[in-house]
């Protein structure tokens, strides 16, 4: 469930400059649930996301606005206290991970009949292409795996094998997009979504993301 008052397990102590205005605000992300007994606690303040995941999983998101969908690249930090075990990411029902960033991309004339659409319509739409980067799993840094739930949708783009730690990231979306799904790709980034995955593994998660900024 969503706890915006609840101190999450783990503390975003990440020394961060806040004042971006390319940063991009975690407060009033709407729940995922996939299972009506299974969900995240999830912390919202600002620019910062706290995670607590023991032994289920669920997805936080939101839609974007007209204004960010020409977005090139994104840089975040993010911090893992309790990690999941190492995983095989490409097995559907194995592939737990402590944190995975989804962005969602659609042509434009696709992203303007999807404007007001929820999170599954958005990562169900054929046009759909989804970059998901991950901290899990046991591949090197930069494979890309096929999703085991998204089919030709969607792509895991691996930055961090399980464990813990606290480290920066910087992506090109597009770059990505194209090594991902083929040279010509294209597409406005009209969504986003956090999710943490513990419920094959039995395991727990305590992490964070904080400063993610779209340029």
């Known amino acids: 469930m969503i706890n915006c008052t609840r101190p999450a397990l783990l503390a975003l102590s990440l020394a961060l400059a806040t004042g971006s205005a390319a940063a991009v605000d975690f407060t009033g992300w709407t729940e995922q649930r996939f299972s009506l007994f299974s969900s995240n606690d999830y912390r919202q303040a600002g620019d910062r996301l706290g995670v607590q995941s023991d032994g289920s999983v669920s997805l936080l998101w939101t839609r974007l606005p007209e204004a960010q969908w020409g977005a090139q ?3 975040w930090r993010w911090s893992v206290e309790n990690s999941v075990p190492p995983t095989a990411l490409e097995r559907k ?46 591949a090197a840094r930069g494979t890309i795996l096929p999703s085991p739930y998204l089919g030709a949708r969607g792509k895991t783009v691996v930055l961090r094998g399980a464990g813990t730690g606290a480290h920066a990231e910087q992506v090109d979306l597009q770059a990505d ?16 979504a956090v999710s943490a995955d513990s419920d094959d593994t039995d395991s727990r998660i305590s992490a964070g993301i904080a400063g993610l900024s779209l340029d």
Request: glycine content about 12%; hydrophobic content about 45%.
């Open 73 to 75: 690249s994104a840089s």
């Open 93 to 138: 029902g194995g592939d737990d991970r402590n944190l995975s960033l989804y962005f969602v991309f659609l042509p434009r004339a696709v992203a303007e009949r999807y404007r007001d659409s929820n999170i599954r319509a958005l990562l169900e739409a054929e046009e759909a292409r989804v970059l998901m980067y991950v901290w899990g799993g046991t």
């Open 177 to 192: 997009l194209a090594r991902a799904f083929g040279a010509g790709t294209e597409g406005m980034l009209v969504g986003l």
